[in-house]
């Protein structure tokens, strides 16, 4: 049975929405029936998505909140509203202990990826939300969670987005629903020095016994941004292959002794 998702005739804008989940999740929502507007920071990339996905697309940077508003306007523009907004442009730098962390750096990581997407949430509910309802869904991750070495500034800036998301759900209830899915480990450039060195490896460590791929992240946006996630608000849908699962692996069960 295929889904209903409900999404024909409405609009939504991804950032970072050219290469990685960004444009998986673009292209689910356009699959769905949604009219796409994408964000990215290369014009190229941007022309060419929006061509594929026959939506519209703007370059910039998200840091920017003129660029924030010009794209919210350039959605409502080409589109006549904008239900849906997908927060995943995001950076992992600085990469590295927090206490050689340049000031700029971490500054810049909380502005991508907090603040970013708290201003353009506000945009959407200003130019359309606000009145007419919609659906938010931001990219976290599943690191959020616990530390690791070297992605201090990544983690706490994702740990911060992932309070962003519970606050926002609770303050913008029954209008807009505020949800955000928090990837494991998948297979993208920007995760590309994770998982290029070691990927045998790092599958076999899984339950599921393989890394992730941008689909499987924009499938879990794609049900939480629908009318089939309706009654689904604050939410955090973690999609890492039983990452946090693993250390509970006692081995194949179907050749484990019986225990009497």
Not at 127 to 134: K, L, Q, T
Request: hydrophobic fraction near 45%; glycine fraction near 12%.
């Amino acid at each position: 049975m295929t889904p209903t998702y409900g999404l024909e005739g409405r609009a939504a804008v991804v950032t970072g929405g050219t290469r990685g989940i960004g444009l998986a999740v673009a292209r689910a929502l356009a699959g769905a029936g949604a009219r796409v507007c994408v964000s990215a920071r290369d014009a190229r990339d941007v022309a060419r998505t929006a061509a594929e996905l026959d939506g519209a697309g703007l370059a910039g940077d998200v840091a920017d909140p003129r660029h924030l508003s010009e794209l919210t306007e350039l959605a409502v523009r080409t589109f006549g509203r904008i239900d849906l907004v997908v927060n995943n442009a995001a950076t992992n730098r600085p990469y590295g202990p927090l206490m050689e962390a340049d000031p700029r750096a971490w500054s810049r990581a909380f502005a991508v990826n907090v603040e970013a997407p708290l201003r353009l949430v506000q945009c959407a509910w200003r130019a359309w939300m606000g009145e007419h309802g919609g659906s938010v869904v931001n990219v976290c991750t599943e690191g959020a969670e616990h530390v690791g070495p070297n992605v201090g500034a990544y983690g706490t800036s994702k740990a911060a987005l992932l309070h962003l998301t519970r606050q926002l759900a609770g303050e913008l209830a029954p209008r807009v629903r505020v949800n955000s899915v928090s990837p494991g480990l998948v297979r993208t450039e920007m995760a590309r020095f994770v998982w290029g060195p070691a990927e045998p490896a790092l599958a076999a460590a899984l339950p599921l016994g393989r890394i992730g791929e941008p689909e499987d992240v924009a499938r879990a946006v794609l049900w939480l941004a629908s009318d089939a996630a309706s009654w689904v608000t604050g939410a955090d849908l973690v999609v890492d292959g039983g990452t946090r699962v693993r250390s509970a692996r006692t081995g194949n069960l179907g050749t484990a002794a019986a225990t009497p």
